[in-house]
């Protein structure tokens, strides 16, 4: 497997909107279990509190459900010098066909995840549209195989950029104005169209590809981007930031008796978290700590306000089982109005009760490195350096991930 040559996984900030980057990788080596995270977003407190709520603490980002359906669609313009989408149809009509097959069951993986808001109704049938280059900051939910863009550095085989609203009213293109903070107002997936050495295989036409990366697995990981989430560390997990090998997918294809099949235990956590249903009576188990160093010395003393382990990654595994079934990044909390405090705080939430857990901490030093969880850490603070004219009072700086630690339980 090829190791990655350059990371790219960043966040920029609009004056108004937050915009993140997420990618996925050329596989690399597997690593032991950490954790998944969210992209984040601060309110704009220097909006009137009716708009931002008047407090500067992390919001996720996520999809608004509940007022209306999702609406995605995807470009039929397909790359073909070289033919970057593999199928084992090779009629015009028939490859679309196929592809948007792989569109709508990669989608289903993510609604048929119980315990959430998130439906099969929830997401409109995806619609084509012939354009090339329909993917941009429109508002509109766009997959595009045959555009391409400056974040196709070596090494890049997709990414998702969301553009985030962090004050209520706002409203990008043609999306509608924003009701929630934290609602994503526009989330594209892009391929990469123009590496001669990279090519996607539908699930039927992967057999006879054996050098073409799985096109459902990508494309259900960069749809988990689409929904709020960041990467995991988790190798298992289908938030991991780096794609299967060619010829080869992540985990269980999905059936009609198990479609989210493909998904980890921390996925479906992490997106009962996201989506929570009110009514789900199963999954509302948390587990809550800090985790703190022997001597707190040895804590940074820039930036100030560092009182707790802050990047290490806690995880809680079944101990009947062995599996994973929630993990998060520690070293933070938040009370309005905030800013975040760098405290070592962690909270699992919406774990299944009634089961035994293990839970454990480690720092992120293996191949999944905190440069690669970027937009869900650097997220967590807004100051008058970054952004003119915000509260000193509610401004923060996010201190460095700590990635030399041991742990003991206690």
């Not at 707190?296 to 290490?312: D, E, H, K, Q, R």
């Not at 030093?365 to 905190?370: F, K, N, T």
């Given at each position: ?124 049938p995806p619609v084509r549209i012939a354009t090339q280059n329909a993917c941009g900051s429109d508002g509109l939910n766009s997959i595009c195989f045959d555009q391409a863009d400056m974040a196709f550095t070596p090494g890049i085989l997709a990414f ?155 995880v809680a595994v079944d101990q009947a089982t062995g599996a994973v079934i929630a993990a998060t990044i520690a070293g933070w909390s938040c009370a309005a109005p905030g800013p975040a405090q760098f405290d070592g705080t962690y909270q699992l939430d ?61």
């Open positions: 497997m090829e190791k990655i040559v350059r990371k790219q996984d960043s966040t920029t900030r609009r004056k108004i909107l937050a915009v993140t980057l997420a990618a996925i990788y050329i596989a690399a080596t597997a690593q032991t279990a950490a954790g998944y995270t969210f992209n984040q977003v601060v309110p704009d407190v220097r909006q009137p509190v009716a708009l931002s709520g008047g407090s500067a603490c992390p919001v996720r980002a996520h999809q608004l459900t509940a007022a209306s359906r999702i609406a995605l669609r995807w470009s039929t313009a397909l790359g073909t010098n070289p033919v970057s989408i593999l199928t084992q149809n090779q009629t015009a009509t028939g490859r679309l066909t196929e592809i948007e097959q792989v569109i709508t069951q990669s989608l289903s993986v993510w609604t048929a995840v119980t315990g959430t808001t998130l439906q099969p109704a929830t997401i409109t998702t950029r969301v553009i985030t609203s962090d004050a209520l009213g706002e409203q990008l293109g043609a999306s509608s104005a924003a009701t929630q903070l934290g609602q994503i107002l526009d989330a594209d997936i892009y391929f990469d169209p123009s590496d001669a050495q990279v090519t996607f295989a539908t699930p039927a036409a992967l057999p006879a590809s054996p050098k073409a990366y799985d096109l459902q697995s990508v494309l259900t990981h960069e749809l988990g981007h689409f929904l709020g989430f960041s990467h995991s560390a988790i190798w298992s997990a289908m938030m991991y930031p780096y794609a299967p090998a060619p010829g080869t997918f992540n985990g269980t294809r999905p059936t009609s008796l198990q479609p989210d099949a493909p998904l980890g235990d921390d996925d479906r956590t992490g997106l009962r978290i996201l989506y929570p249903d009110p009514a789900d009576t199963v999954n509302v188990g948390t587990i809550s700590g800090r985790i703190l160093p022997a001597n707190p010395l040895s804590l940074p003393l820039s930036p100030p306000g560092v009182t707790g382990i802050f990047g290490a990654h806690v919406h774990l299944p009760i009634q089961r035994s857990y293990t839970v454990y901490a480690e720092p992120l030093d293996g191949v999944v490195s905190p440069a690669q969880i970027t937009p869900a850490i650097a997220t967590l603070c807004r100051n008058p350096a970054t952004d003119l004219g915000w509260p000193p009072l509610q401004g923060c700086v996010v201190p460095a991930a700590n990635t030399s630690f041991t742990t003991r339980s206690r």
